[in-house]
């Protein structure tokens, strides 16, 4: 048994290098499938992360008056707290809302310089309120603008819904290009993969008669070209992983740049799902490959 395995390999890395220019765009459009597939999860990882991290700093800010009491503000945060699509409340005083816009307009040199001829605070306290699910965005809207307490000066309840679901349209139109292209590119695969073991066969059209002639079993002439398809997929797998690595490492300080105080790390997801991604992708492209292989070799070996 270990013979016939060993001549099955041989026999495997004979077929890929005696047809070489065929192995290598053979192991050209796995890589080309591969990387499309990959690209297409870089941005899915990229969007949905944008996405998220967008939510959590969606707020809803309802602008208090200057002269609101301790006790008032407290009875206020409480009756907000309680609504079922609120997930926090926080307070934000005059002191606070000054130095985050100050922070917020370091740079603008006209902005500051008018903040430092205004004697008082122009600023009004405020509370911040998170919802717990942004589709249910507009219920809450719709129940604060119940709450009538005469210390709310006024309320802030930006569309961000909108510009979610903007985001979220643009996504899908890539992701719905992304799957097109790579189904494309699988189905390539799939005649390439064909047409390759077909050529193989044709190669070893003599090996073959003589292998029957000699009682060679059916799985001894058709393994050698399975095998074939795997270390295709193996040796454009490990190629990918290392282009797609080199790709997120050239990447990765642009997006640390672009997504400045946002929680985004491309590099960080393929680190802690190495496995899952590449391994995946591996099984699902083997499979493909061998299914190419075994139609050409039922159709053409005539074993």
């Known amino acids: 048994m270990l013979v016939s395995i060993l001549r099955i390999i041989k026999f495997s890395f004979q077929d890929i290098f005696r047809n070489v220019w065929l192995s ?3 192991v050209l459009i796995l890589i080309l499938t591969l990387f499309s597939v990959n690209l297409l999860l870089i941005v899915k990882v990229i969007s949905s992360a944008t996405v998220e991290n967008i939510k959590q700093k969606i707020d809803i800010s309802l602008y208090l008056k200057t002269d609101a009491k301790d006790a008032e503000i407290a009875a206020l945060k409480n009756k907000v707290s309680a609504i079922e699509e609120v997930e926090s409340v926080k307070y934000v005083s005059k002191e606070e809302a000054l130095d985050k816009f100050r922070e917020k307009h370091r740079n603008d040199a006209e902005i500051i310089s008018s903040l430092q001829e205004l004697e008082n605070n122009p600023l009004t306290p405020s509370l911040m309120i998170h919802a717990k699910d ?6 809450l809207i719709n129940k604060l603008n119940k709450i009538d307490d005469p210390i709310i000066e006024s309320r802030d309840f930006a569309d ?5 679901n903007k985001i979220n349209s643009i996504t899908t139109k890539v992701s719905d290009a992304g799957f097109l292209v790579s189904a494309l590119f699988i189905f390539v695969t799939l005649l390439v993969i064909f047409n390759t073991v077909k050529v193989a066969i044709y190669t070893h059209r003599g090996e073959i008669a003589i292998m029957r002639l000699v009682g060679a079993s059916n799985w001894f ?3 050698p070209f399975l095998i074939s398809s795997l270390i ?4 454009s797998t490990l190629v990918v992983i290392g282009v797609i690595y080199l790709f997120l490492g050239l990447l990765h300080p642009y997006m640390q740049t672009f997504f400045l105080g946002y929680d985004i790390n491309i590099l960080e997801y393929f680190n802690q799902n190495f496995l899952q991604i590449f391994g995946l992708q591996f099984l699902i492209a083997a499979a ?3 299914l190419a292989s075994l139609m050409a070799v039922s159709k053409y070996s005539h074993v």
Do not use: A, R
């Open 221 to 223: 002439v058709k393994t």
């Open 288 to 290: 493909v490959n061998m």
């Open 134 to 139: 942004i589709n249910q965005y507009n219920n």
């Open 160 to 164: 961000h819904k909108e510009m979610l």
């Open 232 to 235: 295709y997929t193996l040796f």
């Open 24 to 26: 290598l765009v053979t």
